[in-house]
């Protein structure tokens, strides 16, 4: 029974290393972004939590400012829109986004400071937003993306925040006006004229004080805006524009270059001992085909029987085409559509089963490239101690079509 039992008791060691090494690449794939954003969202639930039965006080405020007009009453807002700004955050921070990152480290810092305030000392939210912080610097690496989702939660952040600073602010310095500014209504209204430099004239600061703030509305209004479409606008617009002109660059770089079609081991292998060499290669991949290939191959998707894909691949100018597609079918019809498209191109044809060679010479490739067949015959010539010298290898390895 030793024997079983020894057995038995590696196999358990043997998965239990298993389940711990598919939970360290789990973490390290999703752990700290997952980590960072449920801190985020439980930080921002907390200070929603308790500042939420403030919030009808400082809304009656707001629409009767002649009640008891108090600034602390008037704060409760501000962190009402951090907690928002926590919870949406989380969602950036699941994407690994750069700008979230940012973002919920400013929050963090401010929604700490304040929970330490004697006013409003919460020792949970301290311990949170301790927490985040220190998950969020460990890992800093981890965010290292251009996000339009966090772009996007960014702008609405900030325009939120901008909102409530120009209505706090209006009505705050809302005697200054001409006629003065009672109401959450008017003060919105207010805002939204100021901060789009529409300006009807209907409401007028008189006071420097409220001068000075309708200044910093402008300011400020123009700043968000700018910023925010630059945020979210910007990498639409850069991310095309770039496209575009790498695509074009490629396709004026593609010249005197290897084509090697298909996503096969054996393109793969081709592929990278090319690129050791220090030659140009263009891949042709067909769509819905998984790709090998590392991010910075030239991979182009599309049908490699089509003119067009052939064209974009640089297929005319190139010095050679390999078709190492998995099917020999898709092979052969590969190589008539290079010989109708660039006559004058090389053209070595993969047989992936030797019973296909008869077949695949009907369409004249240059070579065929045949490795079972060399494959099988190296062990043949092996067993019976026959020469293997350098003329021998390269005819059973390339096969002419003669």
Same mark, same amino acid.
């Given at each position: ?32 972004? +997952? ?18 039965? %403030? ?12 009640? +008891?007009?108090? =600034? ?5 807002? #501000?962190?009402?829109?951090? %907690? ?12 690994? @986004? ?11 810092? =401010? ?18 937003? @301790?927490?985040?912080?220190? $998950? ?23 325009? %939120? ?36 430099? $529409?300006?009807? %004239? ?67 292998? +081709? ?37 067009? $894909? ?60 045949? #490795? ?31």
């Amino acid at each position: 029974m030793r024997p079983a039992r020894g057995s038995a008791s590696r196999a358990l060691r043997e998965e239990l290393a298993r389940l711990l090494g598919m939970l360290r690449r789990l973490w390290k794939e999703h752990g700290p972004q +997952a980590l960072a954003a449920l801190l985020a969202a439980l930080l921002g639930g907390l200070l929603l939590r308790r500042e939420m039965p %403030g919030l009808g006080g400082s809304l009656h405020v707001l629409d009767h400012p002649e009640s +008891a007009l108090r =600034l602390a009453d008037l704060l409760v807002l #501000p962190r009402v829109l951090s %907690g928002v700004g926590l919870v949406l955050m989380a969602f950036g921070l699941l994407t690994r @986004a750069r700008l979230a990152w940012v973002i919920s480290l400013l929050l963090g810092m =401010l929604v700490g400071s304040l929970a330490l305030l004697p006013a409003h000392r919460a020792p949970v939210a301290v311990a949170a937003s @301790a927490a985040m912080l220190l $998950v969020l610097l460990v890992y800093a690496r981890h965010f290292n993306r251009s996000s339009i989702a966090a772009g996007s939660l960014f702008a609405l952040l900030s325009i %939120g925040s901008l909102l409530v600073y120009a209505a706090l602010g209006s009505l705050w310095f809302g005697e200054g006006y001409t006629p003065p500014i009672r109401d959450l209504g008017t003060a919105l209204y207010y805002a939204v004229e100021t901060m789009s430099t $529409v300006g009807y %004239g209907d409401i007028v600061p008189r006071s420097p004080h409220a001068r000075m703030f309708t200044v910093s509305l402008i300011v400020l209004g123009i700043s968000v805006f700018a910023t925010t479409l630059s945020v979210v606008i910007g990498p639409l617009v850069g991310g095309s524009i770039k496209r575009a002109l790498e695509g074009r660059m490629q396709k004026q770089q593609r010249r005197n270059h290897y084509v090697i079609f298909g996503a096969s081991a054996l393109a793969y292998t +081709a592929w990278k001992s090319l690129q050791q060499r220090g030659v140009a290669v263009t891949v042709v991949v067909s769509p819905g085909a998984t790709s090998p290939f590392p991010d910075e191959a030239d991979v182009v998707v599309g049908d490699a029987t089509r003119n067009e $894909v052939l064209e974009q691949a640089g297929v005319p100018h190139a010095r050679a085409v390999l078709t190492l597609r998995d099917d020999d079918a898709e092979n052969a019809f590969a190589v008539l559509a290079v010989k109708e498209l660039a006559p004058g191109v090389k053209t070595i044809a993969g047989v992936n089963d030797a019973r296909h060679l008869a077949k695949i010479r009907r369409v004249q490739p240059d070579m065929l490239f045949a #490795p079972q067949v060399l494959g099988s015959d190296l062990l043949v010539r092996s067993l019976f101690g026959e020469p293997i010298d350098n003329e021998t290898v390269s005819r059973l390895l390339f096969v002419t079509s003669e």
